[in-house]
């Protein structure tokens, strides 16, 4: 069993939709719960970054962490043609430990 | 606030040769961590620096080595180089590691 696992779509939503992208992971040290947006031939770009179980709201991105169920989720509001990227949840266990990727979620919204 | 500066963007190589990578973190970022991205493994860890102290190791072979400088500057060198080394690879900059991780935008290297 993989560590992190996410689903690789794709996904296609209209203009607008809300979408819910999710992770699921099996190590219960994770600690650190990141989101990544990466468009195609550049660097990930830090979305939300979370630390333990709760949830956390940045403009039309709302992250969610549920350590007991070991699933975190990244909600996006009102989803913009520009939002069409590949996602990757990360996590850590803390400081001097690799950040653990899933394999990323394709994204597309058409408008 | 200036970002993570990878060096080269591209490069070409011949299997057998060596590559040096380099990455300039944020300004008062320690920790820099370094990633291989392939389309079939997504993205995998390779080391993590920390003041000049390698703290973390993936599961890649010894031609898979890295330094970092006294300015957290840091460099990643493959030797005898493969045609499955063919990548992005990735530079990660932060605070300790733990925090948040800013990437730069990659070395895409090609071996051929």
């Known amino acids: 069993q993989k560590e992190v696992e996410q689903d690789p779509g794709p996904l296609s939503v209209p203009e607008g939709a809300i979408v819910s992208l999710n992770c699921t992971y099996s190590n219960s040290a994770f600690q650190y719960f990141m989101w990544y947006r990466q468009y195609s031939r550049k660097g990930p770009e830090l979305l939300m970054y979370?630390?333990?179980?709760g949830n956390k709201e940045d403009g039309r991105f709302t992250a969610q962490v549920d350590k007991s169920s070991k699933y975190i989720s990244l909600f996006i509001r009102d989803s913009q043609p520009s939002d069409s990227a590949t996602y990757l949840c990360a996590m850590s266990k803390g400081a001097g430990t690799a950040l653990i990727f899933g394999k990323g979620t394709t994204l597309s919204v058409s408008s | 606030k200036a970002g993570v500066t990878q060096t080269p963007r591209y490069l070409i190589k011949t299997r057998g040769q060596q590559v040096t990578l380099s990455c300039s973190p944020i300004s008062g970022h320690r920790s820099v961590s370094w990633y291989q991205q392939t389309p079939g493994q997504g993205l995998q860890f390779l080391f993590e620096y920390f003041s000049e102290t390698q703290r973390n190791k993936g599961n890649f072979p010894g031609r898979f080595s890295g330094r970092q400088f006294s300015n957290s500057r840091s460099e990643m060198n493959v030797s005898t180089l493969e045609l499955g080394d063919s990548a992005l690879y990735l530079c990660?900059?932060?605070?300790?590691?733990?925090?948040?991780?800013?990437f730069g935008q990659g070395t895409r290297l090609t071996v051929v």
């Open positions: 979370t630390y333990s179980s």
């Open positions: 990660a900059s932060s605070l300790d590691n733990a925090r948040e991780a800013f």
